[in-house]
């Protein structure tokens, strides 16, 4: 048998990237239909809030769910900065989303 050929090696890397760039973007859509998921429920959340006079800031919960998910991202090969650096995005949006909603009065 003859040793592959630098242009047969080439092409079999690029089916491989082309297979592996289309789990990456099945995986990022389901990412995002998480977070609009997570959205729907800070929508939810504003709901219950402007009901019984709550303010959107709840910086005891905020940390609470950081440091959840930092341990997780420890715990799964991730790093804790990136887990935080996530989760202070999810979190300010989801608070942006929540002052939005609560202004409309309602979602």
């Not at 009901?51 to 090969?77: C, D, F, N």
């Amino acid at each position: 048998m003859n040793p592959p050929t630098p242009q047969s090696a080439e092409a079999a890397a690029d089916v491989a990237l082309n297979d592996l760039r289309a789990a990456l973007d099945t995986v990022d859509r389901q990412l995002l239909d998480a977070v609009s998921s997570r959205l729907d429920i800070a929508r939810r959340i504003a709901d219950v809030k402007a009901r019984s006079a709550l303010s959107v800031s709840q910086p005891g919960r905020a940390a609470r769910v950081t440091e959840r998910a930092e341990r997780y991202a420890l715990g799964h090969g991730m790093s804790a900065e990136f887990a935080r650096a996530l989760y202070t995005l999810l979190i300010a949006e989801a608070s942006r989303v929540e002052r939005e909603a609560i202004a409309r009065g309602g979602t």
